[in-house]
Each structure stands twice: as structure tokens, then as C-alpha cells.
Nanobody, 124 residues
Framework: QVQLVESGGGLVQTGGSLRLSCAAS????????MGWFRQVPGKEREFVAA????????YYAEAVKGRFTISRDNAKNTVYLRMNSLKPEDTAVYYC?????????????????WGQGTQVTVSS
């Protein structure tokens, strides 16, 4: 069982930056690939980024490539999402997810565990 708690969301102007954090409970954090997803009310959940167990491999959605950076600190049981050059279309609830396999996040867009989400609002 893994519990995930996101933080760092908020209101930012277009072009601004935010860093989201996702703290995981338990000793098995380094056994999971981690990912970030986002969802706007009335729309399907959208994959944003993923990182493998060691942090050596990352994968991004085209919409955020070059602007967002995912990273992890296994000593702190935390995964981060650095978001730069934010746009109004990045406005969404951002969710952290843990998955037993990296491909489960990147190919199937599925997670085994989910956080409760944190709101990101980008004003124009």
C-alpha cells in the first residue's frame, strides 16, 4: 500500500512557474515508477509525465515537453514536477500516481495508487 499526498499547487500568471511535490508513505517508494496526470472538469484525465524507479528515464506528454521536468528523490520518498512557462491551458487538478511498471504509466496511462490532487490555475 502506498499513500500519496500532493502539494505545491496554486494560482500563477501566464509564463510563471510552479513546483509540485508528491510525498509517498512507506518504504517501497523506490519500487514504483511515478507519474503526474491532470484533469479538467468534464474531460478525461491526461497523462503529463513519468519517471522510472531510479530516475534515469523520463517521459513527457507532447503538450508539456520542454516546459515541465519530472524528478524524484528516493531518499525523501518524493517526486516533483517543475512547471515552467505555464499557460492557461495547463490549468487543471494535478494528480500523482505510482505504478509497479514504468510502461503502465507511459503506455497504458494507468496507476496503481493515486493522490488526492492539487489545483493549478494559470491566469491569462
Amino acid at each position: 500500500q502506498v499513500q500519496l499526498v500532493e502539494s505545491g499547487g496554486g494560482l500563477v500568471q501566464t509564463g510563471g512557474s510552479l513546483r509540485l511535490s508528491c510525498a509517498a508513505s512507506g518504504r517501497t517508494f523506490r519500487s514504483y515508477a511515478m507519474g503526474w496526470f491532470r484533469q479538467v472538469p468534464g474531460k478525461e484525465r491526461e497523462f503529463v509525465a513519468a519517471i522510472n524507479l531510479s530516475g534515469s528515464t523520463t517521459y513527457y506528454a507532447e503538450a508539456v515537453k520542454g516546459r515541465f521536468t519530472i524528478s524524484r528523490d528516493n531518499a525523501k520518498n518524493t517526486v516533483y514536477l517543475r512547471m515552467n512557462s505555464l499557460k492557461p491551458e495547463d490549468t487543471a487538478v494535478y494528480y500523482c500516481a505510482a505504478a509497479a511498471e514504468f510502461q503502465r504509466l507511459t503506455c497504458y496511462r494507468l496507476g496503481d495508487y493515486w493522490g488526492q490532487g492539487t489545483q493549478v490555475t494559470v491566469s491569462s
